[in-house]
C-alpha cells in the first residue's frame, strides 16, 4: 500500500489523497489524475507569466499573481462547491472533482493548496472546527484565511460566527483552531466524511473499505471499532458486528451509546449470523 509506505508529511496533501482514494477505491484511474494535473499547472503557469510587473519580486507582485491564480482557479475553471448534493461520495474523490469541478472544503482546499505550493505561494491547510480553511502567510502580515468552498477570504467574525454554530454560543476562537494542520489528521477527517458520505449512499462495502484503512492507522480505536459494528451489520456480517459492539461496550462501558449497543449485542447474537 503506497499510503503507508511513505511520511504523508513528505507528500503534498492531494498527493496523499490521490493515494487515499486509490485505496478505498482501487478502479480510480490515478495515472489519469496525474497527467491531468500536469496539464492544469502548466496551464496556469502560462496564464500568469504576464500578471503584473516580471521585474518586481516584491510581496506586491506575489500578491497580484495569487490573486489572479484564485481568479482562475474559480472563474476560469469554474471549481465550486457542491450546495446541492454536499454529502455525495464524489465530492471526496479528486477524480470525480476534477471531472465535476464541485467540491467541499477538503478536497478543493487540496487542489488550491496543490497549485498554490507549485507556484510558490505561502498558504497553509488548516482544519477549523467546522471546515477546512487555507491561510495565507504573507511575511510579516496577518494571516488571511480563504474558504475554498468558494475562494473568498473569511474575517474574523465569519470564523467565530461558524465556530459558535459548530460549538455553542460560548466558543471563542483558540490559537489551535486557525494552527496549520498536518496531512495525517486532515487525511483522518477526509477518510471519516468519505465513509459518512458511503454510508449515507448505503454503499457499505466501499464505507467498509474506508473503515479498515481507518484501523489500520489506529487498529485499537473503540469508536472506529464501533462505526465498523455499523456497517457490518449493515452487511448482515451480525456475528462481525456483535464482536464490535461488544469491544466498544468493554473499552467504553460509560460511553451513552454503551447500554444500547448491549440491546444490540444480545439481539445480534440471537440472529442468523451471516460471514462475507
Not at 82 to 106: A, Y
Not at 117 to 133: D, R, T
Request: hydrophobic share 40%.
Amino acid at each position: 500500500m503506497p499510503l503507508f509506505e511513505q511520511d504523508l508529511d513528505e507528500v503534498s496533501l492531494l498527493e496523499g489523497a490521490i493515494e487515499l482514494n486509490s485505496l478505498i477505491k482501487p478502479t480510480s484511474d490515478i495515472q489519469w489524475v496525474k497527467s491531468h494535473l500536469d496539464e492544469m499547472l502548466a496551464e496556469l503557469e502560462l496564464a500568469l507569466i504576464n500578471v503584473g510587473d516580471s521585474s518586481d519580486t516584491s510581496i506586491q507582485q506575489q500578491k497580484q499573481q495569487f490573486a489572479a491564480f484564485i481568479e482562475y482557479f474559480y472563474h476560469q475553471w469554474q471549481f465550486k462547491g457542491d450546495h446541492e448534493t454536499f454529502f455525495d461520495s464524489q465530492n471526496t474523490f479528486i477524480e470525480s472533482v476534477l471531472k465535476r469541478r464541485k467540491g467541499i472544503p477538503v478536497s478543493l482546499g487540496a487542489l488550491l493548496l496543490y497549485f498554490g505550493e507549485k507556484l510558490g505561494f505561502p498558504i497553509e491547510g488548516v482544519m477549523f472546527p467546522s471546515q477546512f480553511i487555507v491561510k495565507v502567510n504573507w511575511n510579516g502580515e496577518t494571516s488571511l484565511y480563504i474558504n475554498p468552498f468558494n475562494g473568498e477570504y473569511l474575517t474574523k467574525q465569519v470564523l467565530r460566527a461558524w465556530l459558535i454554530g459548530y460549538d455553542g454560543p460560548l466558543a471563542r476562537i483558540k490559537p489551535q483552531d486557525l494552527a496549520t494542520t498536518d496531512n495525517p489528521a486532515v487525511l483522518g477527517r477526509w477518510l471519516a466524511v468519505t465513509k459518512g458520505s458511503l454510508m449515507h449512499e448505503n454503499d457499505f462495502a466501499t464505507a467498509l473499505e474506508c473503515s479498515n484503512i481507518a484501523l489500520s492507522f489506529s487498529p485499537d480505536d473503540p469508536f472506529e471499532i464501533r462505526d465498523r459494528g455499523f456497517i457490518y451489520q449493515q452487511l448482515d456480517c451480525l456475528h462481525m458486528a456483535a464482536e464490535d459492539f461488544q469491544y466498544f461496550i468493554d473499552n467504553c462501558p460509560e460511553d451513552p451509546s454503551a447500554e444500547v449497543l448491549k440491546v444490540q449485542v444480545s439481539l445480534l447474537n440471537r440472529g442468523q449470523i451471516t460471514l462475507h
